[in-house]
Structures are given as structure tokens and as C-alpha cells.
């Protein structure tokens, strides 16, 4: 035991200092409210946070040195493990950069996908948010009724996929693969019961004086201070600035969907928590208008080199043959450049600067994680609040730490 | 859409023709290098009078050990007024890896900067807290360069 004590690395001392009127308090790794394994230093004063200094990298993977030891398509799989939550959005803004180096050309019918997909995945990633927010709070039920909602979500992925957590549905050039026979009939069964649903949430919530005076007020941060620090999306909208990269930056074809942006001038967890409801509804305009505009066609560019051939193809043609083999064993060439692509995820900007030398396997990725920037705001936003504020605030930041560390 | 983004290259240009050392131009991004000694300047003017008033992205880039410069760093550049974005890249040697740091302009800077010196050893001058961020205190190296081998020199203890 005393061994162990004499190894304990000099940043974790401060613990160890007699207490006069402040005294520090080592929140995490393993703390249930921080969302993963967050840990954070608070030195107290009394109840009252005097500072707080984020410490991570307990998840820390080394994802972006692995890119550069993969081929592109292989680089898809990694990205699924990044934010655990949105791994469409994820693997979107990997296969998009690709593209924008190959300047390839997507389908119709793989847009709208796109579209479908990332948006059901933003509603499953908010629903995640607002039950541990919630749960973090002291509302159980919460947790149950949203995670219901979810696993629909899931299982609609699941089933266009494959895979729960880490789809890796979209390839460079399109798709995996067309959506499944009676695919459509599922969403739109889901799309009906959702209002109902959020209606439920917004009763047991909304209208709760325990949450109202637990988030109003509390984690404020202006709108300077916000674009000061680099925050984005909801975080952002929170504190009056109407940017959403769907709108300002298309991509997908999101410039010809027809939806509002929310926008909330407090710049509270209450003012968070108000955008991200209301973008739940956003989503589920765009799903219902993405829905309407599927039609049939291809879900893979015409890029033999890049995409893998169908299957059957392989069977008939020997040029559908050879192009599976070097796809597969060796990969496609990128031309040199470097492009970075960023698309609002459900967390905010998500943005990835891609390298390439001209070879199959990437220079250079990396990842601009929204939860990495929002998180490093935690310490303007905490000071000065309670400890029991703190975990509000994190729970509205709706960081997940697998982005952050990489 | 890249005119506007060259014509706020020309007024950089204009006022300091040492600001800009080249200018490209790739899949519809605009990218300037910059010299390291005037990259705060060169922020500064285009926070205060071009409206990038946010620091999208902060990342390294290893060229590879027999490369010289060895070094970028990538500052990705976007406004919240006209939705544009512009790319700094400044190149830095192996034997002088140091850049002024940018977290008197952005905030948001300090976590990148920590970030690119965990991953790539780059010195970001002025810093108020240059410390490794994703890797433990004493790791030895820096990861993400390229002579660094991808599973390490040996295995990793917390001892």
C-alpha cells in the first residue's frame, strides 16, 4: 500500500494539502455523472467552485495514428468508435472528406439517406442526452422513457446496417448497401408515435419546477465568451448565435430542406436544454420530408476504382472482378491534397482535416471533436456555481469522452 | 465562392506584404502560409477587421523526419458573420519547432495547442499552461510523429 502511495504522480498532491478555506476535490474518472471517464480537479470553498480544471485522456486510443496506418475504407470502422452516440455522423464526415479528395459524385437516392439516417441518429444521440442529463439530476423516469425511443432508433439502424453502436453504413461513394424491403414503413411508424412521445418528455420535464430552478440560470456563458471559446452547435444556439452548418455550410443537400433553426438568448443549461428539445422536432421535419423525397435509383457513385462492385457483377464481368481485388487488397489511390469537411453533428461542429500523399492510406486525420471544444468552456461556465451545479453543466455540455480523448 | 476569400487575401496582403509567403487554392479551400513570427498579427487582423471571429480548428502535421520544414500547423479559420472559412498553415523546422501561441486571441486555442504539443512536440510560445493533455505526464515522445512506431518503444505503465 505504501508503495502505491509514493508513486501517485505530483498533479494529484493538491489533495494532500491541509485544508484552510479551500479545499480541492477530485471529481472522476469513475464518477457516474461525468459521462465517461472525465476527471475533474474543483478547488472549493465551501460549496462554491472557485476553479475547475478538466483533466482527460483516461480514454485516449491513439485513433489517429491507427488512420494513418489504414486504408481509407478501412479508416471507417475507427471513426464508429469516436462519439459512441452519433457513429453516422461520424463515419459521414470521414467518407465526405474522402470524397471531396476524389471528387466524386453521389447519388440522389445515398443524399437522402444520408439525410434519413443522420437525422434518426440525432434524435437516438438527444434522447441519450436527455436521459442522463436528466438522470444526473435526480429524474429516473426520464432515462426509461427516452432510452424507449431509442432502442426503436437502434433497431431501425440495426436493420439498414447491421450494427447497433457502429454502423459504418456509409462507405466512400455511397452506401454499405440499399435500405432493407419495407424499411420505409418502419420509419414512418416511428415518425408517428414520436410527437406523442416528446410530449411526454416535455410533461415530465418541462413543466418540472425541480428541473426549471436546477437548470435556469445556472452554467451561463454570453455569447462572446461562447464563439470566444469555440463552441458550437447547441451549446452555441444556446447563447444567441442562429449557426448551424446544415444552413450555413450544406452539405447532403440540407440546403433544400426546409427547417428552423432554434435558438435561445440565456445561454444557460435551461437555454441548452430549450434548443435541443426543439431540435428534436427540427429532425423529425427533415426525416418526414426526407422520406417523401425517396426515390429508386443507386445507392453507389459510378467510380469502379473506388466503390466496390455488386456482387452479381463479379460473377459476370471480369473487370468487376479485378477492381474487388485491388479495391480489397490494396486499396485506392487519393489524389495529394488536403480538405477539411465539417458538418453539424449532434453535438456540433464536427470537423476532420484529411491529408493525403497520394497514396491508399491517409498522411494526416484529424478530428475536431465538438464535445473536445465545448468541454474546454466547462471551467468559465462552473466557476463560481455550486458542485451540484457542475454536474448540470456537464450534463448539458452532453459531452461523450471516446470523441474527446480519441 | 473562394473571390471573397481571396479578396481578404489581398487586403492582408496590402497591409503587410511579409503576412502572406504563399497562397493556394484546392478543392474550393484557400490556404496561406504564414511565418510563424506573424501569425498572432495575422489573426489579430483578421478576427478585429475580416470577421473570423472563431477558431474552428487547431492541428499538427508531420511531413516526415527528413523533410525540412517538418512541421504545420493548420489553423482552420471560420465567421459567424459571412459562414467562410480560411486555412493558415505555418511551417516549422525540427531543430526550432516554436510558434506564438494564439490563446491571447481565441480561448478556445488553449486545449488545441495542448493537444498539437502532446501529439507532435510543438512549442507554442507564451502558452499559460503548455502540459501534455491526452497522454499521461511522463510518456516519453511525442506520438503522432512519423518516426514514433505506431505500437510504441514498450509497453506503457501507469508505473
Known amino acids: 500500500m505504501s508503495v502505491a502511495v509514493e508513486n501517485i504522480p505530483g498533479q494529484f498532491e493538491l489533495a494532500d494539502q491541509p485544508l484552510d478555506s479551500e479545499m480541492t476535490l477530485s471529481m472522476g474518472p469513475q464518477h457516474p455523472s461525468t459521462h465517461g471517464v472525465l476527471r475533474l480537479d474543483l478547488r472549493l470553498d465551501g460549496e462554491l467552485v472557485v476553479k475547475a480544471i478538466p483533466d482527460i485522456g483516461y480514454l485516449h486510443t491513439g485513433m489517429e495514428k491507427l488512420f494513418e496506418y489504414k486504408k481509407y475504407q478501412q479508416g471507417i470502422v475507427i471513426t464508429d468508435r469516436m462519439d459512441y452516440l452519433n457513429p453516422l455522423g461520424n463515419n459521414l464526415v470521414y467518407v465526405m472528406a474522402a470524397e471531396k479528395l476524389l471528387n466524386l459524385e453521389i447519388p440522389e437516392r445515398a443524399q437522402v439517406i444520408r439525410v434519413l439516417m443522420c437525422e434518426l441518429q440525432r434524435i437516438a444521440s438527444h434522447m441519450v442526452w436527455l436521459g442522463t442529463s ?34 459504418s453504413y ?17 420509419v414512418k411508424q416511428f415518425m408517428e408515435d414520436f410527437p406523442e412521445a416528446l410530449d411526454t418528455f416535455e410533461t415530465l420535464v418541462t413543466g418540472n419546477t425541480i428541473w426549471q430552478s436546477r437548470t435556469q440560470g445556472v452554467g451561463v456563458i ?78 453507389k457513385a459510378d467510380a469502379p476504382k473506388v466503390v466496390l462492385p455488386d456482387r452479381d457483377d463479379m460473377r459476370k464481368h471480369m473487370d468487376s472482378l479485378i477492381h474487388h481485388f485491388l479495391i480489397v487488397a490494396e486499396g485506392f489511390n487519393v489524389p495529394e491534397g488536403e480538405v477539411y469537411m465539417p458538418i453539424e453533428a449532434s453535438k456540433g461542429e464536427l470537423g476532420v482535416y484529411m491529408k493525403s500523399n497520394g497514396g491508399p492510406k491517409p498522411d494526416r486525420v484529424h478530428f475536431r471533436g465538438p464535445s473536445f471544444v465545448n468541454l474546454a468552456a466547462l471551467p468559465v461556465m462552473s466557476e463560481g456555481e455550486m458542485v451540484a451545479d457542475v454536474v448540470a453543466i456537464i450534463g448539458s455540455l452532453d459531452i461523450v469522452l471516446g470523441e474527446i480523448d480519441r | 465562392m473562394t473571390e471573397k476569400l481571396h479578396e481578404f487575401v489581398g487586403k492582408l496582403k496590402e497591409e503587410n506584404a511579409a503576412w502572406v509567403s504563399d497562397v493556394k487554392e484546392a478543392f474550393g479551400e484557400v490556404t496561406i502560409n504564414v511565418p510563424a513570427e506573424w501569425v498572432v498579427d495575422v489573426c489579430w487582423a483578421l478576427k478585429t477587421q475580416h470577421g473570423f471571429d472563431m ?8 511531413r516526415g523526419p527528413e523533410e525540412d520544414p517538418r512541421f504545420e500547423v493548420n489553423y482552420h479559420l471560420f465567421s459567424t458573420e459571412h459562414y467562410n ?21 481565441w480561448k478556445t486555442a488553449d486545449w488545441h495547442e495542448r493537444e498539437t504539443y502532446d501529439l507532435f512536440g510543438v512549442i507554442f510560445d507564451g502558452h499559460p499552461d503548455l502540459r501534455r493533455i491526452l497522454l499521461p505526464s511522463d510518456f516519453d515522445g511525442h506520438a503522432l510523429r512519423k518516426d514514433y512506431p505506431l505500437r510504441g518503444y514498450e509497453p506503457y505503465s501507469m508505473n
Open chain 2, 85 to 105: 472559412r480560411l486555412r493558415l498553415k505555418v511551417l516549422l523546422s525540427e531543430d526550432k519547432p516554436n510558434v506564438p501561441t494564439l490563446t491571447t486571441i
Open chain 1, 170 to 186: 456509409f462507405r466512400i461513394g455511397g452506401l454499405m448497401m440499399d435500405l432493407p424491403a419495407g424499411f420505409e414503413r418502419r
Open chain 1, 134 to 167: 436528466a438522470l444526473d439530476l435526480g429524474a429516473m423516469s426520464v432515462f426509461f422513457f427516452c432510452f424507449r425511443q431509442r432502442e426503436k432508433i437502434m433497431n431501425l439502424i440495426e436493420a439498414a446496417s447491421g450494427g447497433r453502436m457502429t454502423p
Open chain 1, 222 to 299: 454570453d455569447k462572446e465568451e461562447a464563439i470566444n471559446w469555440g463552441l458550437t452547435g447547441p451549446c452555441l444556439r444556446g447563447s444567441g448565435v442562429g449557426l448551424d452548418l446544415r444552413r450555413h455550410n450544406p452539405y447532403c443537400g440540407y440546403e433544400t430542406y426546409d427547417f428552423d433553426i432554434p435558438v435561445e438568448t440565456d445561454g444557460d443549461c435551461w437555454a441548452r436544454f430549450r434548443v435541443r428539445m426543439r431540435e428534436l422536432n427540427e429532425s423529425h421535419k427533415i426525416v418526414r420530408q426526407a422520406l417523401e423525397r425517396l426515390k429508386p435509383g443507386p445507392t
Open chain 2, 55 to 62: 477558431l474552428a480548428d487547431l492541428c499538427g502535421a508531420d
